[in-house]
């Protein structure tokens, strides 16, 4: 991934935030069919190994889990919040007409290596903890124990668990660091009046860069 120095962010709490917020991550491998992409829900756990741990899982149906082999190198990427930029948000622009429509955004690369996790008591765990995760902002929040046994069980034999250890994470939040203040400002009001409060949000409080 192309990264000027000015919209690069290193520090690992920006981006587990991200990925946190962001779960659904695009997963990439290759192999010998060539490249193919899957977009998974991803656990992130960070206590695990040199930079945390992915973990999810794919429909037994689904030939990724068959055609990677342990070990293999894989890409999550993670996208937050994006969108289009037009100079005339800018008021620079008004002044000496100097600028460009552009696209704002902010992702996380996760490089890894995959291992698969063919194991229902893995499955099981993963599951509960994905369902913990994102039914907890429910008045009335569904458990695993909800469904009948016999076809909870039937469902958990229908997937194959995989997880990702990543060796490295990558950030790139292009949020118009490169742009005056008040340019800046002029744009996220922009998105602002148009609902887009995420990015706009994300622009006026971006994570310092590693430059």
């Known amino acids: ?22 779960p659904l991550g695009a997963l990439i491998t290759c ?5 193919d992409a899957n977009h998974l829900p991803f656990e992130f756990d960070g206590e695990q190994g040199a930079h945390g741990v992915l973990r999810a899982h794919v429909a037994r149906n689904n030939p990724l889990w068959q055609e990677v082999k342990d070990g293999d190198e894989v890409l999550v990427i993670f996208r937050a919040a994006e969108g289009y930029i037009s100079p005339s948000w800018y008021p620079g622009k008004q ?5 460009v429509p552009t696209w704002n955004y902010a992702v996380v690369h996760a490089h890894g290596r995959i291992r698969v996790r063919d194991d229902a008591r893995f499955v099981r765990r993963l599951l509960a903890t994905l369902t913990r995760t994102h039914e907890a902002g429910e008045s009335i929040p569904w458990k695993m124990a909800d469904a009948p046994r016999d076809y909870l ?3 958990v034999q229908a997937v194959v668990g995989i997880e990702i250890e990543i060796e490295r994470l990558v950030g790139k939040f292009k949020l118009g660091q490169n ?5 800046r400002l002029g744009a996220a009001n922009a998105l602002q009046e148009r609902g887009q409060t995420a990015l706009a949000g994300a622009m006026l409080s971006p994570p310092p860069s590693q430059s």
Not at 6 to 15: G, I, M, Q
Not at 179 to 183: R, S, Y
């Open 1 to 22: 991934m192309y990264l000027p120095p000015h919209f690069a962010v290193t520090d690992p709490e920006a981006l587990h935030q991200l990925m946190q917020a962001h």
């Open 31 to 35: 192999g010998e069919g060539g490249l």
């Open 95 to 99: 002044v000496h007409h100097k600028q």
């Open 153 to 155: 069980e039937t469902m």
């Open 179 to 183: 742009k005056e203040a008040a340019d």
